[in-house]
T-cell receptor, first 111, second 110 residues
C-alpha cells in the first residue's frame, strides 16, 4: 500500500541554523500539507500546498518557513533560522480526495 | 476555548469495549476523522465520517456522530493490548485544513 515517507526521522540542529525537512507524498496525490506537534500538545496545521502554490497557511507559518515541491516527487519544509520553540515533530500529509494520509514524522530538536 | 476537545486518558481491560469521546465547535465541518498514533510513530487514519451520517461501522470500530450536540465518539469493540495508543479526533473545516484535538491516550491492560 502506498504511503507518505519523510526524512530524516530525527534532525538535531543549533539555534539559528537552517533546516530542510523532506517528504515524499503518495504519488498520485495532489494536495500536500505540513503539520507540527510540539511534545505533549496537539497536532497543529502549518500549511497546505496545491498546484505549486500555498493554498492556506496558519499563523505559525511565518516568514521563517517556506515550502517547495522541487521535482514533482519531493515536498520540503524549510525553516530559515531555527528557534528553540521550533522543536517539535513535523508531519507531512497528502491527499487525493477527502482523506489526508500522514507520514511518520520528523522529530526536530533545536539546541 | 479549544476547537476540538477530548478527554486525555482512558484505561480499559483487554476484551472490554472502549469509547473515546470528542466534541467539536464548527457546525460547518464536513468530515470528522479518527487517527491513531502509536509511540514514536506517525498518524494512522482509522476511520472517518461524513457530516450527514449518524453512524459508521468498520469491523471493530463504530463511529457515532451527534450533530446537534457536536459530539463524536469512537467505540472499539473487544479492545486488545495492541490498541494502546493516542487517538486523535479531527475535523475538516473550510477548504481542507484539519483541526485536531489534544488526543486521548488509551491504555489497555491484560
Amino acid at each position: 500500500e502506498p504511503e507518505v515517507t519523510q526524512t530524516p526521522s530525527h534532525q538535531v540542529t543549533q539555534m539559528g541554523q537552517e533546516v530542510i525537512l523532506r517528504c515524499v507524498p503518495i504519488s498520485n496525490h495532489l494536495y500536500f500539507y505540513w503539520y507540527r506537534q510540539i511534545l505533549g500538545q496537539k497536532v497543529e496545521f502549518l500549511v497546505s500546498f496545491y498546484n505549486n502554490e500555498i493554498s492556506e497557511k496558519s499563523e505559525i507559518f511565518d516568514d521563517q518557513f517556506s515550502v517547495e515541491r522541487p521535482d514533482g516527487s519531493n515536498f520540503t519544509l524549510k525553516i530559515r533560522s531555527t528557534k528553540l520553540e521550533d522543536s517539535a515533530m513535523y508531519f507531512c500529509a497528502s491527499r487525493l480526495t477527502d482523506t489526508q494520509y500522514f507520514g511518520p514524522g520528523t522529530r526536530l530538536t533545536v539546541l | 476555548g479549544e476547537d476540538v476537545e477530548q478527554s486525555l486518558f482512558l484505561s480499559v481491560r483487554e476484551g472490554d469495549s472502549s469509547v473515546i469521546n470528542c466534541t467539536y465547535t464548527d457546525s460547518s465541518s464536513t468530515y470528522l476523522y479518527w487517527y491513531k498514533q502509536e509511540p514514536g510513530a506517525g498518524l494512522q487514519l482509522l476511520t472517518y465520517i461524513f457530516s450527514n451520517m449518524d453512524m459508521k461501522q468498520d469491523q471493530r470500530l463504530t463511529v457515532l456522530l451527534n450533530k446537534k450536540d457536536k459530539h463524536l465518539s469512537l467505540r472499539i469493540a473487544d479492545t486488545q493490548t495492541g490498541d494502546s495508543a493516542i487517538y486523535f479526533c479531527a475535523e475538516k473545516k473550510g477548504y481542507s485544513t484539519l483541526t485536531f484535538g489534544k488526543g486521548t491516550m488509551l491504555l489497555v491492560s491484560p
